[in-house]
């Protein structure tokens, strides 16, 4: 009896440590479960993979192929763009091009591209308050998506498109809507003129609930021009929604042929638009880059001062990037068809795209 009571007692401890042990256990367990729902991603990059350019430029370093998916122009920047920069940097050169620059535009910058869309739209831009310098319109992008939607906010987005529109959407809570370029000719030659919107179909997609349409012009990848009554048509619908249009233009000035854009790389780019609006992008910049590389901005400043004083003459380098990329699409259009791919012809940007779908037949 006694040994059963002494057994019974230890048991009895033993019980209670097992237990005190899994209690332990499951503070542990329920403490670290915590910790590691700490480190896991917002919900707003959740289900978000790698973009197309990172997993398409990994094979090609894997590959070694020519990589034809990215827009690598073969031709060096001008030299009224690569001297001031060499200038800004050289030994003996501004210091204060070495400091930090005013967070939304050097001075001198967004006094220049003031002057230049000033006078392709013919009114009065300030430079202070309807400007904007950025890392690349990549990032102008983001400050008018994360400046503008709100969760449950719809933004109206063209297919094809390119891709940071909708990952961009989704991070600010609001959700795409998408509207395809439909094909009128599918027969014989194809031009990216060919591809529209349907009107009844892009009115359908404006709501009560619809923020902001994105419109890319010359389009990427297609290389679409939109037309003055195309653009008209969208206009007339954000005026009666209420819908700002985001035009994404950084081939505005690559458009062959005929084509005409109705009103690229170290990186930088810029925004414009009434001072009510840019008013949010800013905010946007300022708490996130704050400012971009000064020498850069420095170089862009001069090389727009010269250009903007050539636009329309023979030596404008924006009217030869069209001179010269106009043989190159009609070389690798050829090349295509020599192999049995129906490209469609691009009217501006640097990118095309060919159906190859026989090949599968």
């Known amino acids: ?23 332990n256990s499951n503070i542990t367990t329920d403490r670290f479960a915590r910790a590691m729902s700490k480190f896991t991603p917002a919900q707003r ?28 122009p073969d031709m060096p920047p001008p030299e009224c763009v690569a001297r001031p920069l060499r200038e800004a940097v050289a030994k003996g050169a501004d210091f204060m091009l070495h400091q930090y620059a005013r967070g939304f535009g050097a001075p001198r910058l967004v006094n220049a591209l003031a002057a230049l869309y000033g006078k392709l739209l013919e009114r009065e831009i300030n430079p202070n308050t309807e400007v904007l310098v950025t890392v690349g319109a990549y990032e102008a992008l983001f400050c008018v998506f994360m400046g503008f939607v709100n969760p449950g906010d719809e933004v109206i987005i063209i297919e094809p498109f390119y ?72 206009a007339d619908l954000c005026k009666k929604h209420d819908v700002i249009a985001v035009m994404d233009e950084v081939y505005e000035w690559i458009v062959y042929g005929g084509a005409k854009h109705v009103r690229m790389c170290w990186k930088t780019g810029w925004a414009y638009g009434p001072a009510n609006l840019m008013r949010a992008l800013q905010l946007v910049h300022q708490n996130s880059v704050y400012t971009c590389p000064t020498p850069i901005q420095e170089a862009l ?38 192999v049995g791919m129906n490209p469609t012809i691009p009217e501006g940007g640097y990118f095309l795209i060919a159906d190859f779908s026989q090949f599968g037949k």
């Open 45 to 72: 990059v959740c289900g978000m993979g790698e973009s197309v350019w990172v997993e398409f430029g990994q094979l090609a370093l894997e590959n070694k192929p020519v990589n034809l998916g990215q827009g690598f």
């Open 1 to 23: 009896m006694l040994f059963s009571a002494l057994h019974a007692r230890f048991a009895l401890r033993g019980v209670l440590a097992n237990q005190r042990a899994f209690i």
């Open 163 to 234: 891709d940071c529109y909708e990952p961009m959407v989704q991070m600010a809570g609001g959700t795409p809507v998408f509207i395809p370029l439909r094909l009128k000719n599918s027969s014989g030659e194809i031009s990216s003129a060919d591809c529209a919107l349907d009107r009844t179909e892009l009115e359908s997609k404006f709501s009560n609930k619809t923020k902001l349409i994105v419109v890319n012009t010359p389009h990427n990848p297609l290389g679409k021009v939109f037309s003055k009554d195309e653009l008209t048509v969208i």
């Open 301 to 338: 400043a001069v090389a727009l001062e010269v250009e903007t004083a050539k636009i329309g003459k023979e030596d404008s380098y924006w009217k030869s990037l069209a001179a010269e990329l106009e043989p190159k699409r009609d070389r690798i259009c050829n090349f295509l068809r020599s």
